[in-house]
């Protein structure tokens, strides 16, 4: 099965910045929705971000603050996160999906002073 690999967690201060990247072998990476789920401490995994040709969504909880992009050319698809508040201390997985569904590992971000 192809993983896709995200980088770029780690620990970081509130109202900080973060940049998550994730990229995988996957053939014809661009017809492939690209999304960024997290699952904080006793919680469920949800969405955060999701990116395909028709646009954007966010959850709200990240709206004003996360931005999801993409490079096709790249197979990586990022998760910039601003103005990060201690709620937002997750593992972030990254999910690539289409006729396939491929995830990363996950990244932990911890948002801690």
């Known amino acids: 099965q192809v993983q896709l690999v995200e980088s770029g967690g780690g620990l970081v201060q509130p109202g900080g910045s973060l940049r998550l990247s994730c990229a995988g072998p996957?053939?014809?990476?661009?017809?492939?929705?690209m999304g960024w789920y997290r699952q904080a401490p006793g919680k469920q995994r949800e969405l955060v971000a999701q990116?395909?040709?028709?646009?954007?969504n966010y959850a709200d909880s990240v709206k004003g603050r996360f931005t999801i992009s993409r490079d096709n050319a790249k197979n990586t698809v990022y998760l910039q996160m601003n103005s990060l508040k201690p709620e937002d201390t997750a593992v972030y997985y990254c999910?690539?999906?289409?006729?396939?569904?491929?995830w990363g590992k996950g990244t932990l971000v911890t948002v801690s002073s």
């Open positions: 990116i395909n040709n028709g646009g954007t």
């Open positions: 996957i053939t014809f990476f661009s017809r492939y929705t």
């Open positions: 999910n690539a999906k289409y006729i396939y569904d491929y």
